[in-house]
Nanobody
Framework: QVQLVESGGGSVQAGGSLRLSCAPS????????MGWFRQAPGKGRDFVAA????????YYADSVKGRFTISRDNAKNTMYLQMNNLKPEDTAIYYC????????????????WGQGTQVTVSS
């Protein structure tokens, strides 16, 4: 069974930094695009960032551009989200996600999801 496992969440003060990691198990995602979504309390799940399988193409939501950086290390089969200058509005559960290779819904939606990791930013 395919699983995406996130780690690195936690609580920080505004202006602080966190790095999230996503390590798939059950199969390799080296040839898959991957990305991050988040869901704030009482809201729907929103796209945050995505990266191509090779790592040379990245996309970001306007709300995180210039503060978040998505990257991947295919040798380690791991994806990262470096989050700097965090704001209280970044508080959410962050999900690692990946699409099937021929999906036409990416990055609006994904086919594989992690269980999520909580990020809390206090003012």
């Amino acid at each position: 069974q395919v699983q995406l496992v996130e780690s690195g969440g936690g609580s920080v003060q505004a202006g602080g930094s966190l790095r999230l990691s996503c390590a798939p198990s059950g199969r390799t995602f080296r040839t898959y695009a991957m990305g991050w979504f988040r869901q704030a309390p009482g809201k729907g799940r929103d796209f945050v960032a995505a990266i191509s399988w090779s790592g040379d193409i990245t996309y970001y939501a306007d709300s995180v551009k210039g503060r978040f950086t998505i990257s991947r290390d295919n040798a380690k089969n791991t994806m990262y989200l470096q989050m700097n200058n965090l704001k209280p509005e970044d508080t959410a559960i962050y999900y690692c996600a990946a699409p099937d290779p021929y999906s036409n819904r990416w990055p609006t939606d994904a086919d594989y999801w992690g269980q999520g990791t909580q990020v809390t930013v206090s003012s």
